[in-house]
T-cell receptor, first 109, second 114 residues
């Protein structure tokens, strides 16, 4: 089977750092992506890890450990506009992109 | 800008009706996908297509079918709508299913079956 697990909710204050974890079980695993979705909007691509290690894109970073089947998204200098749902998604050599159940991030003043 | 357009933003249908959800992309992408999104369950893959007239089942294909007669259009069909198919439906496309940077999603169709 294929599955991804991530926390359902995370709360943090403006300016803080938050980490959203994702563990996966995916046959033919190729890489891990992160998407952001605001209420009523389409998911938008944030970050991708095809290799182990850290990828940094501005305030957002993502990490992958293939040996642990684990990754995380790190959001720094949190802003109110970062309040959204965040999904990890595993791509596999079957051509599928499989999503986790999503983490709702609430940023408080 | 790359665009994926879903024909309806909101749709209300009756139980037993045949329902068509349309998705059109203007990027000449080979691969197109249909997901449904439900609270607490994330996005679940229903069907995908990697070429015209080609289709593959995703993780939850039961009760659905798809049609891809032209490269730019991928239709999701609910043969006989049921209340448990009330959901948000998202279409996506990408030129390469192994390229994570290429996925573009439509804005979704919120379907209510009464």
């Amino acid at each position: 089977g294929q599955s991804l697990e991530q926390p359902s909710e995370v709360t943090a204050v403006e300016g803080a750092i938050v980490q959203i974890n994702c563990t996966y079980q995916t046959s033919g695993f190729y890489g891990l992506s992160w998407y952001q979705q605001h209420d009523g909007g389409a998911p938008t691509f944030l970050s991708y890890n095809g290799l182990d290690g850290l990828e940094e894109t501005g305030r957002f970073s993502s990490f992958l450990s293939r040996s642990d089947s684990y990754g995380y998204l790190l959001l720094q200098e949190l802003q109110m506009k970062d309040s959204a749902s965040y999904f990890c998604a595993a791509s596999s050599n079957t051509g599928k992109l499989i999503f986790g159940q999503g983490t709702t991030l609430q940023v408080k003043p | 800008d790359v665009k994926v357009t879903q024909s309806s933003r909101y749709l209300v249908k009756r139980t037993g009706e045949k329902v068509f959800l349309e998705c059109v992309q203007d990027m000449d992408h080979e691969n197109m996908f249909w997901y449904r999104q439900d609270p607490g369950l994330g996005l679940r893959l229903i069907y995908f297509s990697y070429d015209v007239k080609m289709k593959e089942k995703g993780d939850i294909p039961e009760g659905y079918s798809v049609s891809r007669e032209k490269k730019e259009r991928f239709s999701l069909i609910l043969e006989s709508a049921s209340t448990n198919q009330t959901s948000m439906y998202l279409c996506a496309s990408t030129p390469d299913s192994l390229d994570p940077y290429g996925y573009t999603f439509g804005s979704g169709t919120r379907l209510t079956v009464v």
